[in-house]
């Protein structure tokens, strides 16, 4: 007896994908910004999406490393130096006499 294999996608996720992908073939897949899609991995990423905004079985998005790390340096202020002023004070320019 083969126990049920527990997925991380379901059967929404992958006709949204089938779907998006035959658009993408056909030519006729558009974009947010309404531009023609080209990219395999950016058809997929729109078939993936509109499965979870319909309720399918679909994995959160992936967080980009630039937002965790900023999460991160909030999360723990770091002690900072005061930094002496580097900037040169500027004298009034004379004006040429005409």
């Known amino acids: 007896m083969a126990a049920k294999k527990n997925s991380k996608y379901g059967k929404k996720a992958s006709d949204k994908v089938e ?48 937002k965790s790390a900023a999460k991160k340096s909030a999360a723990s202020p770091k002690k900072r130096s005061a930094k002496k002023s580097t900037a040169k004070k500027r004298s009034p320019k004379k004006r040429a006499a005409r």
């Open 19 to 66: 779907r998006v992908m035959h658009e993408r073939k056909e030519g006729t897949l558009r974009s947010g910004s309404g531009q023609k899609v080209t990219s395999r991995k950016q058809a997929i990423a729109i078939g993936l999406s509109e499965a979870r905004r319909e309720g399918g079985k679909v994995p959160a998005k992936k967080r980009s490393a630039k």
